[in-house]
């Protein structure tokens, strides 16, 4: 067997566009094989035609209750056997929590490499060749897996380019049944607590970040407001997640999140080399500072030096007058 | 009962790392405990305060990892264990994860094995879920709490992070989990630790001693790379009052389709 197989992952039944950027992926690596969308879950019809659509031309769906969510067990049993099975030469996943683990769980049941959280994946006959940031994204690695069997990857999302939707397309649906019964699986989720609305992070195509510079949680009132009227992802330097100001999932850089928007706003923070990591590879970066020496100015495109408390509010307003 | 961290020691963040030109790498001359594993490390040390269990720090590495071994008895964990042999050469997590398997097994009563959410320097946590995969354990990533924890029950509850929020999952032992920052606040060695890890006696175990094959791994790192350089320096916005700096910025991005 051939092909690329991708797993789809989903939130509030909708697949998450890092999971459609790897069927872009997957459609450019697999050039004449097909592309094979794995779409495990509860009720998940619509993900599986949405992965159609986005490029795949077979899903293979397994819709069982012991799948609701995603768990370790019962889903890389369930993918290590369909790999054994199939043998598909790349499996692909967005490196997203769930995405690591189960790409790399799997790659051990199946005695195969797995690279991890990719920005660029070529197939050259049986090497699968990567591009991958190392050290809080300080240089890049390049690592190849070479072998006639399956070869896994995570992508780091926004790194590739999902296709046009086309709801025309179509494709076949194979169902599978579960490997693990609810008894053979050692874990249970017990509740479910989602974040507050707002925009996920890492899949942000604009990023409006502060640090310590705004001077407590009521500073982030402002900042709150820029990244609204740009429907943009809320970010934060770790000094202002240490100091309480907002919680820690906000946190960008090396001991929180990475982000690759097209557009990054740094407001009141230095750029300290560890925010950088998590920040770097970010298309155009602005930044708002009142030091004109911080490290950050480095970094950016464009700069304000200023005081972000009359700075923000103006690119508040003068967003929305040229927006509208 | 006994509870295991897996730790390293990776470029300090501040380190200037440099490529050749043959792609290979300088790390820099300062090497620190794995960031994240400070949060594992002290988990460690908090779950022995709190329960009767054993800690045992590991490494997979040359004789520079010990550092981060005499990190973790500096600040409380019983013994440490350094794994290394030939093979372990490269960088593939399934040849790691089979190193650090065979050693768990060895040591007998694990019952808890805690990772740091990943190596800093590798950018890689799948050596985790291996770990968890091998020993046909259930893997718990992304700990932001112990709730609780039945160590002679066989039981553990957490909150782990999860893309959209969180969760709160319980789960039986033995199990292997992966904190992140949130969990506690990291204990610094005491001068006292220090000077009693200094003179701890560290065995180092090979593949033989362990009674396993590693393998060869899969994955190779072929070179390394420096960044793209970033062309053109910051353009600084200038105007007489903020509305006119916000205005002219807004209008550079929206010529350059930024928006
Ligand atoms: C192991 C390790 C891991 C780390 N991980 C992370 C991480 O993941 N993410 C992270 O961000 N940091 C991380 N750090 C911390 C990092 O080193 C810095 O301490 C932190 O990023 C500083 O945050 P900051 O820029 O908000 O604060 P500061 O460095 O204090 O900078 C505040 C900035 O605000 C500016 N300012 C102040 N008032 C105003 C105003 N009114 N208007 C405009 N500008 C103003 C100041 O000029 C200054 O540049 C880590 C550190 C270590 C050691």
């Known amino acids: 067997m051939s092909g690329v197989w991708v797993w789809i992952e989903q939130a509030d039944g909708q697949p998450l566009s890092a999971s459609l950027e790897a069927l872009g992926l997957a459609r450019a690596l697999a050039g004449n094989d097909p592309v094979t969308a794995l779409v495990f879950g509860q009720s998940v019809d619509g993900v599986a035609q949405a992965a159609i659509q986005s490029g795949a031309d077979a899903v293979i769906k397994a819709d069982d209750p012991t799948l609701a969510l995603v768990r370790f067990e019962p889903y890389i049993a369930l993918l290590a056997k369909l790999v054994a099975e199939q043998q598909p030469a790349v499996v692909l996943a967005a490196a997203t929590l769930d995405g690591r683990e189960l790409m790399a769980g799997a790659a051990a049941d199946v005695d195969a490499g797995v690279l991890t959280d990719v920005t660029e994946l070529a197939l050259d006959g049986d090497t699968l060749r990567a591009l991958r940031p190392v050290t809080g994204g300080k240089v890049l690695r390049v690592e190849t897996i070479q072998d006639s069997g399956p070869k896994f990857a995570t992508l780091r999302a926004r790194a590739f380019k999902a296709l046009e939707p086309d709801a025309s397309r179509t494709g076949t649906i194979t169902e599978v049944a579960p490997v693990l019964a609810e008894d053979a699986v050692s874990t249970k989720v017990e509740s479910v607590e989602q974040h507050a609305g707002g925009v996920s992070l890492t899949d942000a195509s604009i990023v409006v970040s502060a640090g310590r510079g705004v001077g407590g949680a009521d500073g982030f009132d402002p900042v709150r407001k820029l990244a609204d009227v740009l429907h943009g992802a809320l970010g934060a330097s770790r000094a202002a997640v240490d100091a309480g100001w907002i919680p820690y999932e906000h946190q960008v850089g090396q001991t929180g999140k990475t982000v690759s928007p097209d557009l990054y706003i740094a407001i009141g923070i230095s750029g300290a080399i560890q925010h950088q990591a998590g920040m770097r590879t970010a298309k155009v970066i602005v930044a708002i500072n009142k030091d004109p020496d911080a490290p950050i100015f480095k970094l950016a495109r464009y700069g304000i030096v200023g005081d972000l408390f009359e700075i923000v509010p103006a690119l508040t307003e003068a967003f929305r007058k040229r927006l509208n | ?259």
């Open chain 2, 1 to 259: 009962m006994h509870v295991v961290v897996v730790t390293k020691n990776t470029p300090d963040t501040e380190a200037t790392i440099t490529v050749d030109a043959n792609g290979g790498v300088n790390w820099g001359d300062k090497m620190v405990v794995n960031p994240w594993d400070e949060y594992s490390i002290t988990e460690a040390v908090l779950l022995k305060g709190a329960h009767n269990v054993k800690t045992t720090v590991v490494t997979v590495g040359t004789e520079q990892h010990a550092e981060a071994l005499k990190h973790g008895l500096a600040i409380g964990i019983d013994q440490a264990i350094r794994i290394w042999d030939p093979a372990l050469e490269g960088d593939d997590s399934l040849v790691y994860a089979r190193a650090v398997t065979a050693a768990i097994k060895k040591l007998g009563d694990v019952s808890l094995i805690i990772f740091g959410k990943e190596f800093s320097d590798s950018a890689s946590d799948a050596h985790i879920y291996q770990v968890a995969r091998l020993l046909g354990w259930t893997m718990l990533g992304f700990v932001a709490k112990i709730d609780a924890v039945d160590f002679a029950g066989g039981t553990i509850r957490v909150q782990r992070l999860t893309e959209q929020g969180t969760q709160t999952v319980s789960s039986k032992l033995p199990a292997v989990i992966s904190v992140v920052k949130d969990i506690n606040e990291p204990k610094y060695p005491t001068f006292i630790g220090i000077r009693k890890a200094a003179k701890a006696d560290i065995p180092v175990w090979s593949a033989a001693d362990l009674g396993v094959d590693l393998g060869s791994g899969k994955v190779k790192v072929e070179r390394y790379q420096e960044l793209p350089k970033r062309v053109g320096q910051v353009e600084l916005i200038e105007g007489a009052t903020a509305q006119d700096k916000a205005g002219a910025l807004v209008d550079k991005l929206i010529e350059e389709k930024v928006l």
